[in-house]
């Protein structure tokens, strides 16, 4: 089945630090790739909406100077948390998709998000 | 924009007792999904169905897609202690690629 790979699993870093985080479609092309934000025991939360060679598209009230997302390839996007802050601590998923009218999303393992 | 309904929010059951778990939308959905979401991890692709009125297995699970297309079910026979986590379902409208996610059901296996 569909793999995605997302890098690192987890980080401890410093507030104001910039963290970057990796998703990678290791067997199919994937022309979108969301990232979502997940607090303990609740839903997933869409961040944003990464299209290949395209500007991301942010969801109402997530900050995109402060959440860059670049989608340079088909199998890369990239998700950097600028000068993190403690309240940006959280679990961030991300998901590839061949963006064909019913094909599901396959989701990577998360990045645990520590600002200490 | 598009919602979903997923119900219960949370189970609490006995080993070997049998499952089951909705979503209900007021949208048309061309596909429905289920996940799972294990702890520390990303939700995995348990089931896809893409047709009204399909109902797939999937070992001891089965989903089904409603016939009105608004809606799906999901069925766990037998449980066991794995397979504790969070259920998401999920519907693909017409925006190609992007789902719509239920808030999810955790489901609790006592031994």
């Given at each position: 089945?569909a793999?995605?790979?997302?890098?690192p699993?987890?980080?401890?870093?410093?507030?104001?630090?910039?963290?970057?985080?990796?998703?990678?479609?290791?067997?199919?092309?994937?022309?979108?790739?969301?990232?979502?934000?997940?607090f303990?025991?609740?839903?997933?939360?869409?961040?944003?909406?990464?299209?290949?060679?395209?500007?991301?598209?942010?969801?109402?009230?997530?900050?995109?100077?402060?959440?860059?997302?670049?989608?340079?390839?088909?199998?890369?996007?990239?998700?950097?948390?600028?000068s993190?802050?403690?309240?940006?601590?959280?679990?961030?998923?991300c998901?590839?998709?061949?963006?064909?009218?019913?094909?599901?999303?396959?989701?990577?393992?998360?990045?645990?998000?520590?600002?200490? | 924009?598009?919602?979903?309904?997923?119900?219960?929010?949370?189970?609490?059951?006995?080993?070997?007792?049998?499952?089951?778990?909705?979503?209900?939308?007021?949208?048309?959905?061309?596909?429905?999904?289920?996940?799972?979401q294990?702890?520390?991890?990303?939700?995995?692709?348990?089931?896809?169905?893409?047709?009204?009125?399909?109902?797939?297995?999937?070992?001891?699970?089965?989903?089904?897609?409603?016939?009105?297309?608004?809606?799906?079910?999901?069925?766990?026979?037998?449980?066991?202690?794995?397979?504790?986590?969070?259920?998401?379902?999920?519907?693909?409208?017409?925006?190609?690629?992007?789902?719509?996610?239920?808030?999810?059901?955790?489901?609790?296996?006592?031994?």
């Open positions: 089945g793999v995605v790979s997302q890098h699993s987890r980080v401890i870093c410093k507030s104001g630090t910039s963290v970057k985080i990796e998703c990678r479609s290791l067997d199919f092309q994937a022309t979108t790739m969301f990232w979502y934000r997940q303990p025991k609740q839903s997933l939360m869409l961040m944003a909406t990464s299209n290949e060679g395209s500007k991301a598209t942010y969801e109402q009230g997530v900050e995109k100077d402060k959440f860059l997302i670049n989608h340079a390839s088909l199998t890369l996007s990239t998700l950097t948390v600028t993190a802050h403690p309240e940006d601590s959280s679990f961030y998923i998901s590839a998709t061949l963006a064909l009218s019913n094909q599901p999303q396959h989701f990577g393992d998360g990045t645990r998000l520590s600002i200490l | 924009g598009q919602q979903l309904n997923q119900s219960p929010q949370s189970m609490f059951i006995q080993e070997g007792e049998d499952v089951s778990m909705n979503c209900t939308s007021s949208s048309i959905f061309n596909t429905w999904l289920w996940y799972k294990d702890p520390g991890e990303g939700p995995v692709l348990l089931i896809a169905l893409y047709k009204a009125g399909e109902l797939t297995s999937n070992g001891r699970l089965t989903a089904q897609f409603g016939i009105t297309r608004k809606d799906s079910f999901l069925n766990i026979s037998a449980s066991i202690p794995s397979d504790v986590g969070i259920y998401f379902c999920a519907g693909l409208g017409t925006n190609a690629g992007k789902s719509t996610f239920g808030d999810g059901t955790t489901l609790t296996v006592k031994p």
